[in-house]
């Protein structure tokens, strides 16, 4: 089931969302009913409902027709997708592929990861995930036809003026991927977008901070990027590159970065040089979920290659914060299990680079998504880009 909570009512377009998805969830659970039974069900006035009902008419969701109600006239609401239509989301890593499928109330009815090899090309990748697809939608029973469309996230940056994955990316094998490549691929709509942005945007849609007017969201992993999300829309700046927080210098003579610069976040604070650290410390080989177990267990070896990389996040983030002045930064990605482990090196840093004012008014939480966040957001994605939500900008 979604997960809803409470939403910022200074946030008008979001208010708007989180209304639409109760009237459409309403709709999904009870069939065609009255707008004065929407209404009931979902505590908004029949005024906000009869006014989201004829969005949804325009937007070709909803259907209305004339019936009667206590022997009073009434105007019966029918749910027009009674085909099952569902959206996919599918988020590629170094090693994973995850695919998560939804309904159009936001519930999640199939869900799968695999591990990939390491270096796969983006077509090998692809052949893997259009077949794990094709189980996932059999597992849901659902069929092709009925998906909206795929929103596929990346760890790399992504130029939206071609929707070209360019230099800079995690993946070097990707670099050179295109849209068009998805959807030859899938054989279905395609949108592409980074990891990042689509964690943020899963946590504005589906987590405990939907609804929050401005949120940053972290993602820390074997590369660092942020996503933006703007008075409930996600912020992706001129050409799509924004939240490449993890190629900002915090050591101007440190290690040279894959960008091409040196002491980069990156080269500091990713999951990539965590584990080099403790492969080494350690004399054997260390895996991301290492990193967990071992701060956990009270290794003081990985605890400090947590704070000394969580610290140098909150450098970075801190600079953000003074710049956008967000209410909520979310930390995402693969250590979100270690919490307060995490949290605490990255308030320090926050803290000690911040305006004390900005520090004083951010919330610094770590996501409840956890590593499901960016398919969930791929998910998010294809509801916001077939018109469900295109009403709300």
């Given at each position: 089931?979604?997960?809803?909570?409470?939403?910022?009512?200074?946030?008008?377009?979001?208010?708007?969302?989180?209304?639409?998805?109760?009237?459409?969830?309403?709709?999904?659970?009870?069939?065609?009913?009255?707008?004065?039974?929407?209404?009931?069900?979902?505590?908004?006035?029949?005024?906000?409902?009869?006014?989201?009902?004829?969005?949804?008419?325009?937007?070709?969701?909803?259907?209305?027709?004339?019936?009667?109600?206590?022997?009073?006239?009434?105007?019966?609401?029918?749910?027009?997708?009674?085909?099952?239509?569902?959206?996919?989301?599918?988020?590629?890593?170094?090693?994973?592929?995850?695919?998560?499928?939804?309904?159009?109330?936001?519930?999640?009815?199939?869900?799968?990861?695999?591990?990939?090899?390491?270096?796969?090309?983006?077509?090998?990748?692809?052949?893997?995930?259009?077949?794990?697809?094709?189980?996932?939608?059999?597992?849901?029973?659902?069929?092709?036809?009925a998906v909206l469309g795929i929103g596929v996230g990346v760890p790399g940056p992504i130029d939206r003026r071609t929707g070209t994955v360019v230099k800079g990316a995690i993946l070097p094998e990707w670099v050179g991927f295109t849209v068009?490549?998805?959807?030859?691929?899938?054989?279905?709509?395609?949108?592409?977008?980074?990891?990042?942005?689509?964690?943020?945007?899963?946590?504005?849609?589906?987590?405990?901070?939907a609804g929050t007017p401005t949120v940053v969201f972290v993602k820390i992993g074997t590369g660092i990027g942020a996503g933006l999300i703007f008075y409930g829309k996600p912020y992706s700046g001129n050409i799509g590159l924004t939240g490449?927080?993890?190629?900002?210098?915090?050591?101007?003579?440190?290690?040279?970065?894959?960008?091409?610069?040196?002491?980069?976040?990156?080269?500091?604070?990713?999951?990539?040089?965590?584990?080099?650290?403790?492969?080494?410390?350690?004399?054997?080989?260390?895996?991301?979920?290492?990193?967990?177990?071992?701060?956990?267990?009270?290794?003081?070896?990985?605890?400090?290659?947590?704070?000394?990389?969580?610290?140098?996040?909150?450098?970075?983030?801190?600079?953000?914060?003074?710049?956008?002045?967000?209410?909520?930064?979310?930390?995402?990605?693969?250590?979100?299990?270690?919490?307060?482990?995490?949290?605490?090196?990255?308030?320090?840093?926050?803290?000690?680079?911040?305006?004390?004012?900005?520090?004083?008014?951010?919330?610094?939480?770590?996501?409840?998504?956890?590593?499901?966040?960016?398919?969930?957001?791929?998910?998010?994605?294809?509801?916001?880009?077939?018109?469900?939500?295109?009403?709300?900008?």
């Open positions: 089931m979604p997960v809803r909570q409470k939403r910022n009512p200074g946030s008008q377009s979001a208010l708007r969302l989180s209304n639409q998805q109760r009237i459409l969830s309403n709709l999904v659970s009870s069939g065609p009913t009255t707008q004065a039974d929407i209404a009931r069900g979902t505590g908004l006035s029949t005024a906000t409902v009869s006014n989201i009902v004829k969005v949804l008419v325009d937007c070709g969701l909803v259907s209305t027709s004339p019936t009667t109600s206590s022997g009073r006239r009434a105007r019966l609401v029918s749910l027009k997708s009674t085909d099952g239509a569902v959206s996919v989301g599918i988020d590629f890593g170094r090693r994973h592929v995850r695919i998560i499928v939804a309904t159009l109330d936001y519930r999640v009815i199939a869900e799968k990861e695999i591990e990939i090899p390491l270096g796969c090309t983006a077509a090998e990748a692809l052949d893997i995930s259009a077949n794990l697809l094709t189980s996932t939608l059999a597992q849901a029973g659902v069929q092709r036809s068009g490549m998805a959807e030859a691929s899938f054989e279905l709509p395609v949108y592409l977008e980074n990891d990042a942005n689509l964690g943020a945007l899963a946590e504005s849609t589906w987590g405990p901070h490449e927080i993890g190629h900002t210098p915090i050591h101007e003579h440190g290690l040279l970065c894959r960008c091409g610069n040196r002491g980069c976040l990156e080269t500091v604070a990713s999951t990539t040089i965590m584990i080099e650290l403790l492969s080494h410390a350690l004399d054997r080989p260390v895996r991301t979920r290492d990193i967990v177990r071992l701060v956990l267990d009270g290794d003081e070896r990985a605890i400090r290659v947590v704070d000394d990389a969580g610290f140098a996040v909150g450098r970075s983030i801190a600079a953000m914060a003074n710049l956008v002045n967000p209410h909520t930064i979310i930390v995402g990605g693969p250590l979100t299990d270690l919490g307060e482990m995490l949290l605490r090196p990255i308030r320090s840093g926050l803290e000690r680079y911040a305006v004390p004012m900005i520090v004083e008014t951010t919330e610094l939480v770590m996501s409840s998504l956890g590593e499901r966040a960016e398919a969930l957001g791929g998910a998010a994605l294809v509801l916001q880009q077939s018109g469900i939500h295109s009403t709300l900008t």
